[in-house]
């Protein structure tokens, strides 16, 4: 069992920053890699933007150049940077940790809100 607390998440205004910290415990070992999704009212959950364990990452284009991830595998957390944050931007962020042993693949995060006023 791996499990996942996110936090980080607030209220800011149009162009500001926040960064969201994702914490892994139980078995580590077998995370692969580790991502940040993020849910609006009425749309579905997307990815953002993903890590693998050897520290390759991945982004959504539109996060491209405002977002990063980064890990810091001492301390078994993943973080996303948010700069330039847009309204659009406003969501539920939920941290995965990809296991490559099952029967459970992927754990989450209860989630952590995120708002952007214009």
């Known amino acids: 069992q791996v499990q996942v607390v996110e936090s980080g998440g607030g209220l800011v205004q149009a162009g500001g920053s926040l960064r969201l910290s994702c914490a892994a415990s139980?078995?580590?070992?077998?995370?692969?890699?580790m991502g940040w999704y993020r849910q609006a009212p009425g749309k579905q959950r997307e990815l953002v933007a993903a890590?693998?364990?050897?520290?390759?990452?991945n982004y959504v284009d539109y996060v491209k150049g405002r977002f990063t991830i980064s890990g810091d595998n001492a301390k078994n957390t993943v973080y996303l940077q948010m700069n330039s944050l847009k309204p659009e931007d406003t969501a539920v962020y939920y941290c995965?940790?990809?296991?490559?042993?099952?029967?459970?693949?992927?754990?989450w995060g209860q989630g952590t809100q995120v708002t952007v006023s214009s």
């Open positions: 995965n940790a990809h296991s490559y042993i099952g029967p459970t693949y992927d754990y």
């Open positions: 139980g078995r580590i070992a077998s995370i692969n890699a």
């Open positions: 890590i693998t364990r050897g520290g390759s990452t």
